[in-house]
């Protein structure tokens, strides 16, 4: 889906694509920074996939729009870590 009619779909006007290297150490601060500078309420992408460990940073500071759910600013997600107690 186009993001200018997913955009449409939720209400939203899209102002701007910004594409970044979702892997990259800076990424979520220039994300976070380019969100703030925009005044944005939404990201948005055509999946999760797109933004990978991002959608943590996203919505920490606005609603996150996919073509399968929108994730609301201060979603919770699974911890990324998980620690198993082993046995001796």
């Not at 701007?16 to 309420?41: N, P």
């Amino acid at each position: 889906m186009e993001l200018k009619l997913l955009a449409a779909e939720h209400n939203y006007l899209l102002v701007e694509v910004v594409a970044f290297d979702v892997d990259s150490r800076a990424a979520s601060l220039l994300l976070s920074q380019h969100i703030g500078d925009a005044e944005a309420v939404a990201v948005l992408a055509a999946s999760l996939d797109q933004v990978g460990e991002l959608k943590r940073a996203i919505t920490l500071v606005c609603d996150l729009v996919t073509q399968e759910q929108v994730y609301r600013c201060g979603h919770q997600w699974p911890p990324t870590l998980t620690i198993v107690a082993g046995g001796q």
